[in-house]
């Protein structure tokens, strides 16, 4: 199954853009009466037949559309720093939306090493993983935020801030399922103190994800895989 996303599909006609269209018709050879499956990224999936296969302008006729069994009874929202490698930080949006993700918001921190990103080009990360990996759900992808006016922001469930110390209790054990969830995920120099004092002072709780010391991108893909894991 090959799987496109159309963000504005609507009604029974649907035009592919020019890089898909291209994909679809030169790459996968499709040709008119072809079945092809596209995802608005908001839950559905649709199935679609090739009534005009224009390798520019590739028309689709939508024959039937399902709900995607990627919608949790719970959201996952993980704030962490961008790595300064940025293959790094991509490769934890790519691994965090097969695993399964609804929010990811870059921070800025004391010790970034990244002081900015280009959205576009990490939302085409997220794009591409939640088509390889069939989803029907496109995570929200949120703007850089510093780290003290995103812990001031309301959030209605568990809040956790991610940093080493032997004295916290692992996220596994105090995460609760069903259960709206926030993680912390700080830059490779750690959260400073400051800000672990600002992140409690705002109720954060804070957790440890096991007893190695992980890199920055590796954290947030252990995050992510715990908090599914609890919800299993």
């Known amino acids: 199954m090959n799987l496109f996303y159309a963000p504005d599909i609507g009604g029974h006609i649907y035009s592919l853009n020019k890089d898909d269209s291209n994909h679809l018709v030169r790459v996968f050879r499709a040709r008119k009466g072809d079945t092809v499956y596209l995802t608005d990224g908001k839950g559905t999936f649709y199935e679609c037949i090739v009534t005009n296969p224009d ?40 691994k965090s939306t097969e695993i399964g993700i609804d929010v990811i918001t870059p921070l800025l921190c004391d010790h970034s090493e990244r002081k900015m990103t280009k959205p576009d080009r990490l939302t ?29 922001r309301p959030f209605k469930g568990q809040k956790f801030i991610a940093y080493v110390n032997d004295h916290t209790n692992e996220l596994f ?47 947030g893909v252990v995050a992510c895989h715990t908090v599914n894991l609890i919800n299993l």
């Open 124 to 152: 085409r990360v997220l794009i591409a993983a939640m088509k390889q990996s069939l989803k029907s759900y496109l995570p929200v992808l949120n703007e850089l935020t510093g780290f003290n006016d995103f812990v001031k």
């Open 55 to 94: 390798p520019k302008k590739c028309e689709v006729e939508v024959s039937d559309k399902t709900s995607g069994k990627d919608e949790r009874k719970f959201l996952l929202q993980i704030a962490i720093a961008p790595t300064k490698n940025i293959s790094r930080f991509e490769w934890f949006l790519e």
């Open 173 to 219: 054990d105090i995460c609760r399922p069903d259960t709206d969830t926030l993680v912390l995920i700080g830059p490779e120099g750690d959260f400073s103190k400051e800000e672990i004092t600002e992140a409690l002072d705002h109720g954060f709780i804070p957790v440890q994800l096991g007893p190695s010391r992980l890199r920055t991108e590796t954290a």
